[in-house]
């Protein structure tokens, strides 16, 4: 979904919504959230019998069609309501909005079959996502600059855009393309011998620290019983901890992906188009540094 925001400087410039639009969008993208709901819903009825694997395909094969639809028909509009509408555009973003929404949990679900280190290389991963768009669009350009001239039939001053090196339906077409090479190396984690290699050092692991156990527990049961103990109390967590962590989670959630940039037209566009495109560009590079 960081796509649709790089992309924002031009897409505002040709939709109906104008600096509305990334509100309508941080709108529809919250009703997203739904779909997690759904997949936790499934999980509690179906219980052992569920599988998270079909649920990764439906997923990312939505996000490819979902990228294609936004690449061909992001200008598209309709009139509703006794106005026109990007309904294309919104109805695409929403689209590719549960696949961001859903895949952090259908995909921490999934790296169960992984040691717990591989789950930091799951982060940063992620967090990657964000960062090939940034490529992608530094090498586009920036685009929509308006420029002031002088129209010499009317007589009147009008606004000239700026064109980027390459269209925003080519940018959504090579996300899609990076979406559908996630698909592929999902097929090769599953159907190669990278993910035999992992399940048999991850019970080679298993087993050498039972055997170490073992041995401990002969030779000094009493220390080991106590130090277990003492480990299991240093890492647990209190309700009014686990209450903290949450409640600041949910207002950090809040205002980043909520507040901020249903604000972001209003309080850096009059900047200049350059502002906000090198804004929205910065943003998801913080993620990735805060995954290092």
């Not at 069609?65 to 695409?92: K, M, Q």
Request: charged letters at 15%.
């Amino acid at each position: 979904i960081n796509s649709v925001w790089i992309e924002l400087p031009l897409i505002i410039n040709s939709a109906p919504e104008r600096w509305t639009l990334p509100s309508i969008l941080s709108l529809v993208i919250g009703f997203a959230n739904i779909f997690p709901l759904l997949v936790v819903a499934l999980r509690w009825k179906l219980g052992k019998r569920f599988s998270e694997i079909p649920y990764i395909y439906i997923i990312i094969i939505v996000g490819i069609i979902a990228c294609c639809s936004i690449g061909l028909f992001w200008n598209y509009t309709t009139y509703v309501f006794g106005a026109e509408h990007s309904v294309s555009l919104i109805g695409a973003v929403f689209a590719l909005a549960m696949l961001d929404c859903t895949s952090s949990l259908v995909f921490c679900d999934y790296m169960r079959r992984f040691k717990a280190k591989y789950l930091h290389a799951k982060f940063f991963g992620e967090s990657l996502t964000g960062i090939l768009p940034i490529f992608i669009a530094l090498a586009q350009g920036v685009g929509g600059e308006a420029q002031c001239i002088m129209n010499n039939v009317t007589l009147h001053v009008q606004p000239i855009y700026s064109e980027p090196r390459f269209s925003v339906s080519t940018f959504f077409f090579l996300i899609s393309g990076i979406i559908a090479l996630s698909l592929i190396a999902f097929m090769a984690l599953r159907f190669t011998s990278i993910m035999k290699l992992a399940k048999a050092d991850d019970q080679h692991w298993q087993q050498t620290s039972i055997e170490s156990y073992e041995k401990l527990l002969v030779t000094k049961e009493n220390s080991s019983e106590s130090k277990k103990r003492s480990l299991s109390k240093a890492n647990s967590m209190t309700e009014k901890e686990f209450f903290i962590l949450q409640t600041s989670n949910v207002v950090n959630a809040a205002f980043v992906f909520g507040c901020l940039p249903t604000l972001v037209t209003y309080s850096i566009l009059p900047y200049g188009q350059k502002t906000l495109y090198y804004c929205n560009i910065l943003f998801p590079i913080s993620y990735s540094l805060a995954a290092l």
